[in-house]
């Protein structure tokens, strides 16, 4: 672990007791984050992806094992406001504007009237939605809505963004052009993003680091780094380099469980 460590666990497991009994739906997982890593997480339904990533956030807790974030416990890391969480669902409040959704968190938090109309601005241009601070979320599409979300994580300045499946609704078209806006983001504010994704180009074209999981239990079968170069133009996709990448994701996820995705 460096300084530059921003996610570390160590043999981490999480068993949670149901009705029909114990469900391992993490197992010894071991994953080393660093700042300004692009993290995806692929594998299918049920290998822990959200698990681990509400560990990340304190929203659930280990069974066995030790996770850091920013160095410190997932708890005091939440009270530090380390991250932003962008859920699968936009999540906007209907009777709230949009510039009054962002804002949210930042009165609960108690920032200055006059701080939370500049960060407000700055994060709707930051997701291109500047003059949409008057709408409500029923008044946009669908992809403007998560845009909004994603405006929302980010208002507070954390470095870390935790993002479940923030496209999965959303179809191809909205969602390439999202994935690129997300890129330049990230490219343009260095932060240090956690992505959980069911789509292999999705997680190939966004990361830097690929993490394959697989069910019963949910564990880590393999790491990709990636080696693409970060200026990733859409049509990069069609290149061998790409293809590559994207071949050894899909073999992982074969290898980890027999179906597709
Ligand atoms: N609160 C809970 N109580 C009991 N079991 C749970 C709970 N949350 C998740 N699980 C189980 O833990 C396992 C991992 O779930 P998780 O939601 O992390 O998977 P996932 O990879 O994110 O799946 P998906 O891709 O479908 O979202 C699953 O078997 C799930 O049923």
Request: one cysteine or more.
């Amino acid at each position: 672990m460096t300084s530059d460590t921003v996610i570390s666990a160590r043999d981490l497991s999480l068993t949670f007791q149901t009705n029909d009994g114990p469900v391992h739906a993490l197992k010894d997982v071991n994953l080393e984050v660093q700042k300004g890593d692009f993290v995806s997480f692929i594998g299918p339904s049920g290998c822990g992806k959200t698990t681990f990533l509400r560990v990340m956030a304190d929203l659930e807790h280990p069974t066995d094992g030790q996770i850091t974030v920013n160095g410190i416990s997932p708890e005091d890391a939440r009270k530090a406001r380390a991250y932003g969480y962008v859920f699968q669902a936009a999540g906007l409040y209907p009777w709230r504007t949009i510039g009054g959704n962002i804002r949210l968190p930042l009165e609960i938090m108690g920032y200055a009237k006059a701080d939370q109309d500049t960060r407000v601005q700055r994060v709707l241009e930051l997701v291109d939605l500047a003059g949409f601070e008057k709408k409500f979320p029923w008044q946009l599409s669908g992809g403007m809505q998560q845009r909004a979300s994603i405006a929302r994580a980010l208002a507070f300045d954390a470095d870390l963004l935790l993002m479940d499946e923030p496209f999965g609704a959303l179809d191809e078209i909205v969602r390439d052009h999202l994935n690129e806006q997300l890129l330049e983001l990230w490219k343009r504010t260095s932060k240090t993003i956690c992505f959980v994704t069911h789509s292999i180009p999705e997680a190939v074209y966004l990361s830097t680091k690929i993490v394959v999981m697989s069910p019963r239990p949910g564990r880590i079968t393999d790491v990709i780094e990636s080696p693409l170069p970060r200026d990733r133009p859409l049509d990069i996709r069609d290149t061998p380099e790409f293809l590559e990448v994207a071949h050894r994701v899909r073999e992982g996820l074969r290898a980890g469980h027999g179906d597709a995705v």
